[in-house]
C-alpha cells in the first residue's frame, strides 16, 4: 500500500470518526434548518417571502420540537433505548413541547390582552409596542415537528456513519 492510500485512508477514518462524534450536535441542527425551511416555504406560499418569519415562534411545523425528538431519537439509537441518556434526553422533550403547547401560548394570550388595553387607552405605540400574540404552536403543528425529527433522525444517522 502507498503511503497516499494510507494517509488518505487514515484522513477519511478520521472524518467519518469525527462526524459520528458529533451526531447529537449535527443531527438535531440540521433537522432544525430542515424544519425552518420547511416553515418558510409554507409561509412563502401562503404570504410571500419575509427571511424574518423564520426566526419567528409558532406556525408549522414546531422546529424546537423537530430539534428534541431528533436529538432524542438519536441519542436513543446510538446510546440505546434503556440508557439514562435517552432517559434525560426523553423528558428534556418532553418539557419543551410542552412549553410550545401550553406556556407560549399563555403567553400570546398575556400580548393579545395587553394590545387590546394598549388600543382602548389610545396609548403611543412608540411607547408601548404592538406584541406578537401567535408564539406558540397548534397541536398539529407540534406533531409534525416530531413526526420530522422521530423520521429523519434515523435517515441523517444511517447517512453520517456510512
Known amino acids: 500500500m502507498s503511503l497516499l492510500v494510507y494517509t488518505e485512508n487514515i484522513t477519511l477514518s ?25 416553515k418558510l416555504i409554507i409561509h412563502w406560499r401562503k404570504h410571500g417571502f419575509d427571511i424574518n418569519y423564520s426566526l419567528a415562534y409558532g ?24 440508557s439514562p441518556i435517552f432517559g434525560l434526553a426523553f423528558c428534556f422533550a ?6 410550545a403547547l401550553r406556556l407560549r401560548v399563555w403567553m400570546g394570550e398575556h400580548a393579545m390582552y395587553i394590545n387590546r388595553l394598549i388600543a382602548k387607552l389610545n396609548l403611543d405605540e412608540t411607547e408601548f409596542p404592538h406584541l406578537k400574540e401567535r408564539i406558540g404552536h397548534k397541536p398539529e403543528e407540534v406533531v409534525v415537528g416530531a413526526l420530522l425529527g422521530i423520521s429523519v433522525a434515523p435517515l441523517l444517522l444511517w447517512i453520517l456513519l456510512q
Open 94 to 99: 418532553v418539557l419543551v413541547i410542552l412549553d
Open 59 to 82: 406556525h408549522m411545523p414546531s422546529g424546537h420540537t423537530a430539534f428534541v425528538t431528533s436529538l432524542a431519537t438519536t441519542i436513543g439509537i446510538l446510546e440505546g433505548w434503556h
Open 14 to 38: 478520521f472524518f467519518t470518526s469525527m462526524l459520528s462524534d458529533f451526531a447529537f450536535i449535527l443531527i438535531p441542527s440540521f433537522v432544525f434548518v430542515i424544519a425552518t425551511l420547511i
